[in-house]
């Protein structure tokens, strides 16, 4: 297992919150020494900052058309329009209203295929939460499907996936299907989530003949250098939230992922795979997001 399981993911938020709490003080004391009226200019900066975090930039969607490309794709499949969602932690910090608003701007991005890379409850959920009957307006003409990820399987597995049924969201758990356009294929795979030792990458894609175009959505970038092995050529992911807290000029403080912060949201090449990480929807363990805003990304696909 790559992820720390829930209880070690939130030691880590209480000492990285302790440690920016003392650094706070530490400089409030120093300018306070120094120059108080600056001192308390640097308090109401931090105020306003964790204000603008909390109630401003969680509900600012950043709407990404990223063109990528993918080796053997048909041509009949060029410029297909693929939209990706990840990390929506229904049930925490989340309104039903926002999310019907969202929901509408991306059926306004006219997507082909939609497809959501797990983490839809948020861990410790237990039932289904109001939010997710919201899910039911994610239709797209190919269709609208998703994996799970760490924090369904610390919720309660069987609500996620009866919430899914119930939006007529498809559900890919180790299973690849092949998508039919012109008579040629574009093959979808899922793979389930890595860090709760519930993948299986070979059985994934045992069905899947060399060579065609594939789209590999597994929730966790951790397992990118295994799918490269695969020549898989496209992979999506969420899981990291970019860090879902960064720092000017320093980027994210932390990334739950194996790699630290190597792969904590955007386009990479790793080997044979172009990787594309979301930055997710909503939040975890804390109700914040600073210079990491919300993302909804489009993806227009291209040979390669």
Not at 46 to 56: E, F, P, T
Not at 203 to 216: F, K, M, S
Request: glycine residues 10%; contains cysteine.
């Amino acid at each position: 297992m790559f992820s720390s399981p829930l209880g070690g993911r939130k030691t880590v938020i209480a000492a990285m919150v302790g440690l920016v709490a003392v650094l706070v003080l530490v400089i409030f004391l120093l300018l306070w020494l120094a120059h108080p009226p600056l001192a308390r200019a640097f308090m109401v900066l931090v105020v306003l900052a964790l204000g603008y975090a909390h109630a401003v930039e969680p509900f600012w969607v950043d709407y990404r058309t990223v063109s990528v490309g993918i080796r053997g794709l048909p041509r009949v499949w060029e410029g297909t329009r693929v939209v990706l969602l990840s990390d929506l932690h229904l049930g925490f910090a989340v309104s039903a209203g926002w999310l019907r608003r969202v929901f509408a701007q991306v059926l306004e991005h006219r997507p082909d295929l939609i497809v959501v890379t797990g983490d839809l409850f948020a861990g410790g959920t237990r039932g289904t939460p109001q939010e997710a009957a919201e899910l039911a307006a994610l239709a797209a003409p190919l269709g609208t499907f998703a994996v799970l990820g760490n924090h369904d399987h610390f919720a309660q597995t069987s609500a996620v996936r009866q919430a899914l049924e119930d939006a007529r969201i498809t559900l890919l758990s180790n299973q690849a299907l092949p998508l039919h356009r012109g008579g040629e294929r574009l093959w979808l795979a899922g793979v389930d989530d890595v860090g709760t030792g519930h993948d299986d990458l070979e059985g994934t894609l045992r069905g899947v003949p060399d060579g065609e175009a594939t789209i590999l959505l597994c929730h966790n970038p951790d397992l990118v250098e295994e799918v490269s092995e695969r020549q898989v050529p496209l992979m999506l992911s969420g899981h990291t939230h970019g860090g879902q807290v960064c720092l000017p000029f320093l980027g994210p403080v932390y990334c739950f992922s194996r790699f630290y912060r190597r792969y904590a949201a955007g386009l990479f090449q790793v080997g044979a795979t172009s990787l594309y990480v979301n930055r997710g929807l909503g939040k975890a363990l804390l109700p914040f997001r600073f210079l990491c805003r919300p993302e909804v990304t489009v993806l227009v696909l291209r040979s390669s």
